[in-house]
């Protein structure tokens, strides 16, 4: 069998460049949820909602709340296993939409939310690093002694931070 047909019989293209068409993952929302599951933030980019029916941006962000609403039962479950392990891994996924979660000793819960394709091979570790920043700035958040426990976070340069590590973060 010659390398042209062994190629065919793979999927493959003998002799032209295939180029990859998977969209990179970007971050479509970050969540940070108290451990009674009231939301401290909830950060919704609209412009990355691939994976749900498009709407304007005040639909397409109450459905993005109702999603992580909805994930949030896999926490409750997680809660029932004896482990000190604090990043979960994808928890959900609704259409091209990809949840990832993290679970505090402290019950506090951050979930991203993926859009696309995950392109890179260490996307579970990148993954982890990704959602324990987002926690280690929401403690900070948490310790300002201005900021109420249980209520929405009010803090402009927690909110900017949040912002800029959305904008930046490919997988």
Not at 82 to 88: D, G
Not at 131 to 154: E, H
Request: positive net charge; glycine residues 6%.
């Amino acid at each position: 069998m010659d390398a042209e047909s062994s190629e065919a019989k793979r999927g493959g293209h003998a002799g032209k460049s295939v180029r990859s068409t998977a969209v990179p993952s970007m971050v479509a929302c970050i969540a940070v949820i108290a451990p009674k599951n009231q939301p401290l933030a909830i950060l919704v980019y609209n412009d990355r909602l691939d994976g749900l029916p498009r709407g304007n941006n005040r639909e397409n962000e109450a459905q993005m709340h109702e999603v992580v609403y909805n994930s949030l039962d896999v926490f409750d479950d997680v809660d029932a296993r004896p482990s000190n392990e604090s990043f979960l891994g994808k928890i959900s996924t609704v259409g091209s939409v990809v949840l990832y979660g993290w679970i505090a000793t402290t019950r506090v819960k951050v979930i991203v939310a993926l859009s696309g394709s995950p392109t890179m091979e260490n996307h579970e570790a990148r993954m982890k690093a990704l959602l324990s920043k987002i926690y280690r700035l929401s403690v900070a958040a948490m310790m300002n002694c201005f900021q109420p426990m249980d209520a929405p976070f009010n803090s402009p340069k927690l909110e900017s931070k949040l912002n800029d590590i959305a904008r930046h973060f490919r997988t």
